[in-house]
């Protein structure tokens, strides 16, 4: 049998010409096969995506004016704060009690609430009433008197009123619903507004 040299010369040509095309063609019958695979199998190793916390509730420093008694005990004066201010108004005023209860750091000042004033509970209502509960002992250790009273209640009314845009008046819940504070001076029946006039 005779054999032509010359045509394998030949073929090989033809192969590296279509070389290009087969390729091509490989490619493409892998693609489609692998979009036929389920989505489970392409998804199967991918990481789960870790979202970045939302940067609206991480608190934020602010300065606030807490309303302590002068030294004479015949006004409030604004002590500044800076305290963290997280995206929960509740969560603020409940900071803003317990900055007050803790009484004031200038020498000048003097404490409005008892020592064993504790909040015990806090909220804000929709017509923008907060509503404070410091429990009976804060009244059992209060030295009483009217202008201490009028102070101390406006020290908590004056505190959060004035440094928070959610509250417009201020709810004193008194022990065993009492409509009056045991001194017997204020009628706390209805919520209080901020008072000014009290501040020096």
Not at 49 to 71: K, M
Not at 81 to 110: C, F, M, S, W, Y
């Amino acid at each position: 049998m005779q054999r032509y040299p010359g045509n394998r010369t030949g073929c090989r040509s033809k192969l590296k010409k279509q070389r290009p095309t087969i390729i091509t063609f490989a490619v493409l019958v892998l693609m489609s096969v692998a979009s036929e695979l389920p989505s489970r199998c392409l998804y199967a190793e991918t990481p789960p995506v870790v979202q970045e916390p939302d940067q609206a509730e991480i608190s934020r420093v602010v300065t606030v004016s807490l309303y302590f008694a002068g030294r004479d005990r015949l006004a409030l004066l604004a002590e500044q704060r800076q305290l963290p201010r997280p995206k929960n108004p509740v969560a603020h005023g409940r900071t803003i009690i317990r900055e007050l209860a803790a009484g004031p750091r200038n020498d000048n000042l003097r404490p409005t609430l008892p020592d064993s004033s504790r909040l015990r509970s806090f909220f804000i209502a929709p017509d923008k009433t907060a509503y404070v509960d410091l429990g009976s002992d804060m009244w059992a250790h209060h030295p009483g008197g009217v202008q201490s009273d009028i102070l101390a209640l406006y020290s908590i009314v004056n505190s959060l009123v004035l440094n928070m845009a959610e509250i417009d008046a201020v709810k004193i819940l008194t022990p065993d619903s009492e409509p009056v504070i045991p001194a017997g001076h204020l009628d706390l029946r209805y919520p209080l507004k901020a008072d000014i006039l009290l501040i020096r």
